[in-house]
């Protein structure tokens, strides 16, 4: 099943997103330890931001520049809000695009750190290759891709969520391994946090 802009917009106007309520902490503890480093990166662009919490929080970090891309009209509009009471709008721009799109307005190759909480897990089939490939497109060489996704074994599943999109065990590898060096941050079971750095060749 693919989740298309009307469910996320109906969820996003009433405020029921069950994700939308606090900054990743993974994002926060990556920040905090330093291992993301706003005086190192200096661009960063978050797939599927949703209503802007992790742009916002980044661009409040001093990251300089920190860009949102998401298909829904109604979450761009209230991450723009978002960053305009934060003070920081002039340092986060947003995009409404399809991630999936052959082009996708607004982003340029030479991200720093590219962030995808949840839109690469919302696809299948060519849709997530053309995902996976905009990642890789985005993130400079050396540059940092974190990636949050649903992973397990369908079949392990009871039947009412095997509707749901989620990622195979060791799909990543095949979807990244190629340009990333991988690693496995601790997460929630079923659920997969990977910081990869992109190799320089
Ligand atoms: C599970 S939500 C997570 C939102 C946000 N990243 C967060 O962590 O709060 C997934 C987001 O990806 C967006 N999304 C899903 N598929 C997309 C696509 N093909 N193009 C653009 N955005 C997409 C949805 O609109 C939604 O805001």
């Known amino acids: 099943m693919r989740l298309?802009?009307?469910?996320?917009?109906?969820?996003?106007?009433?405020?029921?997103?069950?994700?939308d309520k606090e900054v990743r902490p993974v994002l926060v503890e990556l920040v905090e330890t330093g291992r993301l480093d706003p005086t190192e990166i200096r661009a960063a662009v978050d797939l599927g931001c949703g209503t802007g919490a992790e742009v916002v929080y980044l661009a409040a970090q001093g990251?300089?520049?920190?860009?949102?891309?998401?298909?829904?009209?109604?979450?761009?509009?209230?991450?723009?809000?978002?960053a305009k009471?934060?003070?920081v709008g002039d340092r986060c721009?947003?995009?409404?695009?399809?991630?999936?799109?052959?082009?996708?307005?607004?982003?340029?190759?030479?991200?720093?750190?590219?962030?995808?909480?949840?839109?690469?897990?919302d696809t299948v089939g060519e849709a997530r290759l053309a995902v996976a490939a905009l990642i890789t497109r985005?993130?400079?060489?050396?540059?940092r891709a974190l990636l949050w996704a649903f992973q397990g074994d369908k079949a392990?599943?009871?039947?009412?969520?095997?509707?749901?999109?989620?990622?195979?065990?060791?799909?990543?590898?095949?979807l990244f391994g190629e340009t990333f060096d991988?690693?496995?941050?601790?997460?929630?079971p079923r659920t997969a946090m990977l910081l990869m750095t992109r190799r320089q060749s």
Request: charged residues 20%; hydrophobic residues 45%; proline residues 10%.
């Open 4 to 19: 298309r802009p009307w469910f996320y917009n109906t969820l996003y106007r009433l405020k029921m997103a069950p994700w």
């Open 182 to 188: 991988i690693e496995y941050l601790p997460t929630r």
């Open 156 to 174: 392990e599943l009871p039947a009412a969520a095997r509707m749901a999109p989620m990622i195979a065990p060791g799909e990543e590898k095949e």
């Open 85 to 87: 009471a934060a003070g």
């Open 63 to 82: 990251f300089q520049r920190v860009d949102g891309v998401d298909f829904s009209p109604v979450a761009i509009r209230q991450a723009r809000a978002r």
């Open 138 to 143: 985005l993130c400079k060489p050396g540059g």
């Open 93 to 121: 721009g947003f995009h409404r695009a399809d991630l999936t799109a052959a082009t996708v307005p607004g982003l340029a190759p030479g991200y720093d750190l590219v962030c995808d909480f949840g839109a690469l897990n």
